[in-house]
């Protein structure tokens, strides 16, 4: 079982906006703003997406956004693309000085 | 350019050991921490444990800890991952990690290796 609490599945129409939730404690995501999102497509490593909770690396697409409230993390997607089908992943700092990561949720783009 | 370069896959049979490993390149090897990250087949990502090169400090997640050692050496910038008794169990696809800002995030992943543990 995971750390953290993540959607199995989730799916939208191109063009549409999904959310994924990320759900953990107040030892991990809700003690600190430390919270990061990963994009893994089958067979390929998987790539940060977000950072600190809503920090874009550079090159990522602005469509990614996130934000937390409380113990909860949220990635949004928006104008989706068949491309953004993949596996995403949340990971948050904790308090035992460690990280751990979500069970992954897999977006299908209809 | 940052760089995580890991070694090949690995086959070997239960109760043998194996250590696998990742060159790095692009960055200063001593002043990030390090680590490794695994996925089972068909699952998620685990967080395994990390090492700071420059001092060799060591963290391990409750759930690796004792069943693996992760090493590096600074002289080569070099990243290790060593099991002293392969289990079937271990059976994985394994990333070497870089993270930034401590321990905060991972902001650089290798190729991966894949282990197979097999009679």
């Known amino acids: 079982q995971s750390a953290l609490t993540q959607p199995a599945s989730v799916s939208g129409f191109p063009g549409q906006s999904i959310t994924i939730s990320c759900t953990g404690t107040?030892?991990?995501?809700?003690?600190?703003?430390?919270v990061s999102w990963y994009q893994q497509h089958p067979g390929k490593a998987p790539k940060l997406m977000i950072y600190d909770v809503s920090d874009r690396p550079s090159g990522v697409s602005p469509r990614f956004s996130a934000s937390k409230s409380g113990n909860t993390a949220s990635l949004t997607i928006s104008g989706l693309q068949a491309e953004d089908e993949a596996d995403y992943y949340c990971?948050?700092?904790?308090?035992?000085?460690?990280?751990?990561f979500g069970g992954g949720t897999k977006l299908t783009v209809l | 350019e940052v760089q995580l370069v890991q070694s090949g896959a690995e086959v070997r049979k239960p109760g043998e050991s194996l250590k696998i490993s990742c060159r790095t390149s692009?960055?200063?090897?001593?002043?990030?921490?390090i680590g490794w990250v695994r996925q089972m087949p068909g699952k998620g990502l685990e967080w395994m444990g990390i090492v700071y090169p420059d001092d060799s400090d060591t963290r391990y997640s409750p759930s690796f800890q004792g069943q693996v050692t992760i090493s590096a050496d600074k002289s080569i910038n070099i990243a290790y991952l060593q099991w002293g008794s392969l289990k079937a169990s271990d059976s994985a696809m394994y990333y070497c990690?870089?993270?930034?800002?401590?321990?905060?995030?991972?902001?650089?992943w290798g190729q991966g290796t894949l282990v197979t543990v097999s009679s």
């Open positions: 107040s030892s991990d995501v809700g003690g600190y703003d430390y």
């Open positions: 990971s948050s700092y904790t308090s035992s000085t460690t990280l751990t």
């Open positions: 692009g960055y200063t090897f001593s002043n990030h921490w």
């Open positions: 990690v870089r993270h930034r800002s401590g321990l905060r995030l991972i902001d650089y």
